[in-house]
């Protein structure tokens, strides 16, 4: 069960400084079923990047705003994560099964 401390750890990850979005509850659980924080980050921000996905770019009166880049961002985030989780999975002994012959 993630602890109060890893949810703090884990806004810091995925850039929800607060409640606003993601309460702590929801954090716990996404942390509890996710196999690792870089799991459950890398899907944070692929959901992120859904919800940016209708944002786009608006410049009127000499300002602009580039809302449009938020997805690409996002999806940058979600990928860095996903790539954690590769380098965590290539790096762990995991488990070797060998058939057994016998003569």
């Keep these: 069960m993630a602890t109060a401390d ?3 750890a884990f806004r810091l990850l995925i850039a929800e400084p607060d409640e606003t979005t993601y309460t ?8 509890d079923s996710a196999p690792s924080a870089n799991s ?12 940016a996905a209708e944002l786009v770019n608006v410049s009127e009166s000499g300002s602009s705003r580039s809302l449009g880049d938020l997805q690409t961002k996002a999806l940058n985030m ?3 994560f ?21 003569r």
């Design 40 to 51: 459950a980050a890398a899907a944070i921000w692929t959901q992120k990047a859904a919800a």
């Design 24 to 31: 702590d509850a929801e954090l716990g659980g996404i942390l």
């Design 78 to 80: 979600a990928k860095v």
């Design 6 to 8: 890893d949810v703090a």
């Design 82 to 102: 996903r790539d954690a989780v590769e380098a965590d999975q290539a790096t762990s002994p995991g488990v070797r099964i060998r058939r057994i012959t016998r």
